[in-house]
């Protein structure tokens, strides 16, 4: 650790050793953390809540364990964020939303729970948009606080952004960890459907959620999901597969070959994106990737319209009762999809779950052609105003196949706004998409830190 650098700016594997080496103790790493949230939380808004005596607490026990010699990996000793729709004991678990105000849950979340047995220290709960759906959180972006941070997993992207926490959770159901990523400059990860378990999450489309991570770097996030994947028998859709060893593979990557997809994608980014994505292909084809073009089915192209009749029903199941009696509490963008839902019919609903599997069916053939694909991370840099959270156009194929899919930080806008690159890869292969998204990091290059975290 460099002695100009504050600890709360250091990647999971630079504290890791650190503590490892003597150099950095949990205590000093969480009160450096909460240093930083206490300068910058006025500006960034990224926590719902911060658990100040709750993390120092833990902090001083893992300082303990550590002159025991009883490290329990690379997380000991971690602050992380927790977005606000996971269940954590004691803590106000509130989803954005006024209905939940004051709601403590009795247990944690399974996530929660495992982070927690790695020896990660829970620093709160960062703020999402209602439900995790439309609606703002009041969170603003750290590179300009005039522009979105992206939704849903608004101050998880923030927070790891502005260096508040070293790593943080989110959740995405269309585009709501790799769009927050990618607008504020930060690794997001959303591994396989059903590998990371989502009991103790607050739902929105179960056919469609997955819990994601956000991070500094690609290790780190094969770090947090290495503690955290793995089955669960009291989540339903939880996958009885073997999670791959992420970590063991991460370095092993020979240039990869990746398929560029301008179709689709390209049609809804701006052309100041457009020109970047075409930029880093070409930087990575001199690095040594074989870069090539290539063509999606037809039925990609309404994945998106029938997923949301999918994700309106769903949501109207959850909600139902509570929307029934308490309409005007909930914000005009999760209102509106209950009511949409609520309007579907049956056969409708059915028709939607069963061109899902088709559109998937049609697609994975393309994943795997190639080590992964390479997409813009979003249609541009963070938009302007604080309204909206930006469109999820160009995570959300990838998220209702279910797959695996990364965004990496590649740049800044003519702006001084983050821009990313997204990469997808075949199903249940996190291993190897992280390992090409590690790749393509070393080739890049590139680690971005808002201009004025100091």
């Known amino acids: 650790m460099a002695m ?52 120092l607490e833990t902090a001083q026990r893992l300082d303990q364990e550590l002159r025991r010699g009883e490290r329990r990996g690379p997380l000991h000793g971690i602050p992380v964020g ?38 990660a220290i829970i620093l709160g709960k960062t703020h999402t948009t209602e439900f995790a759906y439309l609606d703002p959180a009041p969170t ?32 995405q159901t269309m585009g709501s960890v790799l769009r927050p990523a990618a607008y504020n400059g930060v690794v997001g990860f959303k591994p396989q459907q059903g590998r990371i378990s989502t009991y103790g999450v607050v739902p929105l489309s179960p056919t469609l959620d997955h819990v994601g991570i956000l991070a500094r770097t690609v290790a780190d996030a094969a770090l947090i999901f290495q503690a955290i994947a793995g089955h669960d028998p009291r989540d339903y859709r939880s996958l ?41 292909a070409e930087h990575l084809s001199r690095a040594g990737a074989r870069v090539e073009e290539v063509t999606l089915p037809p039925s990609f192209m309404s994945i998106m319209d029938n997923a949301r009749v999918i994700l309106a029903v769903e949501a109207a199941a959850y909600h139902e009762e509570k929307f029934g ?10 209102g509106k999809l209950i009511e949409d839902g609520l309007a579907i019919s049956a056969t409708e609903y059915a028709r939607a779950l069963e061109t899902r599997l088709e559109q998937i069916a049609g697609a994975l053939p393309l994943l795997e052609q190639v080590d992964a694909l390479l997409t813009p991370g979003a249609p541009g840099a963070a938009p302007k105003g604080l309204a909206s959270t930006g469109s999820p156009v160009m995570q959300a194929p990838w998220t209702i196949m279910g797959v695996p899919a990364v965004s990496l930080p590649t740049g800044l806008s003519q702006d001084g706004l983050p821009l990313a690159i997204q990469l997808a890869g075949p199903p249940l292969a996190e291993d190897r998409l992280l390992a090409v998204a590690r790749w393509c990091e070393r080739a890049l290059e590139v680690r971005l830190r808002p201009p004025y975290v100091s």
């Open 82 to 119: 927790i977005k606000d729709i996971f269940y954590t004991a004691g803590l106000r678990t509130e989803a954005g939303s006024p209905l939940w105000s004051g709601f403590v849950p009795s247990y944690d979340a399974t996530v929660v729970v495992r982070l927690k047995e790695a020896g």
């Open 4 to 55: 100009s650098q504050k600890p709360c700016d250091l990647t999971i594997a630079e504290a890791a050793a650190a503590m490892g080496e003597g150099k950095l103790s949990p205590s000093q790493l969480v009160s450096s953390c909460l240093e930083r949230i206490d300068a910058l939380e006025d500006k960034i808004q990224a926590w719902a809540l911060v658990d100040r005596d709750g993390a």
């Open 325 to 334: 009696k308490h309409r005007e509490q909930y914000r005009p963008g999760i």
């Open 140 to 171: 603003r972006n750290p590179w300009h606080p005039e522009h979105t941070p992206g939704g849903s997993s608004s101050g998880s992207g923030a927070g790891v952004a502005a260096g508040m926490c070293l790593a943080a959770l989110g959740s």
């Open 240 to 280: 009885a597969e073997p999670v791959p060893d992420c970590l063991s593979n991460l370095e092993r990557q020979e240039a990869p070959r990746l398929g560029l997809v301008r179709q689709f994608f390209y049609e809804h980014a701006d052309a100041e994106m457009r020109a970047h994505i075409d930029s880093v």
